[in-house]
């Protein structure tokens, strides 16, 4: 696919907030992860629904599938994770946006994933670069997942924010609790695009 063919799966996705109603906001970036966890994605779109009844009225409408039928000549692969965000969380313009997709092992005890959810949610009272963070368990209809199970989006204010977070003990302490019970990984990082 050229760059004119991207941009133009691009510039029909930007569309649709304005084409279906129930979208209640819309962000979206190219990834820039230094950490190489990203499986070859390039693009991450961040859709917004009040409700179940919006996500659900969302993925049959008219504009949704004629995006479908723009995306489908140039997507090598598609991943979607659906959970409830935190509507609270106020994001600083033109945030860098830091999402972490965990698959945990099929034999991970649960009280050993609990504590991982635990850990993760505990680092933006540790590491003071975190500007938002909010996370959940998958709860997406759709069948593109690839065996993920939970969203983690941590939010910085610029890449410097990032390369404080990215060593920083609290980080580095939530992965030693991760390697005994996570299967895999896949990182995005992306500038909020409007």
Known sequence: STDQDIQGVVDAFVALPQKVETITDFAWGTNSSPQKFDDGFTHCFLLTFADVAGR???????????????????????????????????????????????????????GDVEKAEQAFAALPGKIDTIKAFEWGA????????????????????????????????????????LDPVLDKLRVLDFVVQE
Not at 154 to 177: C, D, S, W
């Open 138 to 177: 998958n709860n997406s209809p759709e069948t593109n997942d690839d065996g993920f199970t939970h969203c983690f989006m941590v939010t910085f204010e610029n890449e410097e924010g990032r390369e404080i977070y990215t060593p920083h003990a609290a980080h580095l302490a939530l992965i030693e609790v």
């Open 56 to 110: 659900k009225a969302y993925l049959p409408h008219t504009a949704h599938k004629a995006f479908g039928d723009v995306l489908r000549p140039h997507m090598k692969d598609v991943f979607v994770i659906d959970y409830w965000g935190d509507p609270t969380q106020n994001d600083p313009t033109n945030a860098l946006k830091h999402a972490v997709f965990f698959k945990f092992k099929d034999d991970a005890a649960p």
